[in-house]
């Protein structure tokens, strides 16, 4: 019998970079888009155009699945409420991606374990022992060197990606408690369709003409949201979590080289090291939850 060319665990990594690198991809299009405008409202209309062309993508995906049952989808008003949780979050992250350079928000971003942590010793009443505090603040601290208050280049808009990052980790404490065996695809789905709707609205403030090549962008940028779910749901089905949740750190890179190739971004020494130290942060946390037993 034949040994695989490659095993789950490999698979299972392989899967969370690509997954990483087509939510960046993604919202690298959505930046360009934003820069030929250069009006922040624009984002509303972008967002809105890239949800309906992403529930055509992952519509065409579960009804090959069998899994398009609108009747189940819409039966969790719970996974409304966290398709909420997910549009405030896209509002905060999107401006980040407009006004700070395209490394520094996902470096930012990546603090959402963090939050995770904190919030659920503060909240969930969940035991943090002083390995994980210390991780915690050296996270923290990470963050103080990212933004360098004693410049603060970019202004104050680094607060936009941090409160991202809390909204996402509210989010995530909020999914813990839905009931009901839903499919991975099914919950993007409806988090897509509430999102969509949510920035829907929003757009009705301005509107914007788009070009044709702007609408090809949406389309590819769409097709490359869908394809990050669908990466981020067979990394979970190869693999266990424990094995492939430190590489969603990758998306830092994907992020980092974006920006340099695309928009000719060049971040600073404090930024890398911020990066790190974020990065360190929270593959200790993450080797706690391991030995806890809470990552399987």
């Known amino acids: 019998m034949k040994k695989p060319i490659i095993n789950n665990e490999l698979l299972g990594i392989l899967y969370m970079i690509l997954c990483q690198f087509s939510f960046a991809t993604n919202d690298a299009m959505v930046k360009f888009i934003y820069q030929n405008f250069d009006e922040i409202y624009v984002l509303n209309q972008v967002i809105f155009i890239r949800g309906l062309f992403a529930l055509f993508f992952i519509g065409i995906f579960l009804y090959f699945k069998n899994l398009l049952n609108f009747k189940v989808i819409f039966s969790s008003r719970q996974l409304s409420i966290r398709g909420l949780f997910e549009s405030f979050?896209?509002?905060?992250?999107?401006?980040?991606?407009?006004?700070?350079?395209?490394?520094?928000?996902y470096?930012?971003?990546?603090?959402?374990?963090?939050?995770?942590?904190?919030?659920?010793?503060?909240?969930l009443n969940e035991k943090v022992r002083w390995r994980r505090w210390t991780?915690?603040?050296?996270?923290?601290?990470?963050?103080?060197?990212?933004?360098?208050?004693?410049?603060?280049?970019?202004?104050?808009?680094?607060?936009?990606?941090?409160?991202?990052?809390?909204?996402l980790s509210f989010r995530d404490m909020y999914t813990k408690n839905i009931k009901g065996n839903f499919h991975s695809l099914q919950i993007?789905?409806?988090?897509?369709?509430?999102?969509?709707?949510?920035?829907?609205?929003?757009?009705i403030y301005k509107f914007y003409y788009f070009s044709v090549k702007d609408y090809l962008i949406l389309f590819v940028s769409s097709f490359f949201l869908s394809l990050g779910y669908i990466f981020s749901i067979a990394t979970i089905k190869v693999a266990l979590v424990?094995?492939?949740?430190?590489?969603?750190?990758?998306?830092?890179?994907?992020?980092?080289?974006?920006?340099?190739?695309?928009?000719?971004?060049?971040?600073?020494?404090?930024?890398?090291?911020?990066?790190?130290?974020i990065v360190i942060s929270g593959l200790i946390i993450i080797s706690r939850q391991k030995q806890l037993g809470k990552i399987k």
């Not at 979050?89 to 980040?96: E, L, R, S």
């Not at 923290?140 to 607060?159: A, D, H, R, S, W």
């Not at 789905?189 to 757009?203: M, Q, Y």
């Open 107 to 123: 470096v930012l971003l990546s603090l959402a374990p963090i939050f995770l942590t904190t919030f659920g010793a503060l909240f």
């Open 188 to 203: 993007a789905f409806i988090t897509c369709l509430v999102v969509t709707i949510f920035f829907g609205f929003l757009s």
């Open 242 to 277: 424990s094995v492939t949740s430190t590489f969603r750190y990758s998306v830092i890179i994907w992020g980092i080289l974006y920006g340099y190739f695309f928009f000719n971004e060049i971040p600073k020494t404090n930024t890398y090291i911020g990066a790190v130290m």
């Open 89 to 105: 979050a896209a509002i905060c992250f999107f401006v980040g991606v407009a006004m700070l350079p395209f490394g520094m928000v």
């Open 135 to 167: 991780a915690v603040i050296f996270g923290f601290i990470g963050v103080v060197v990212v933004i360098n208050p004693t410049k603060l280049e970019f202004g104050f808009y680094f607060i936009f990606p941090l409160l991202s990052a809390i909204l």
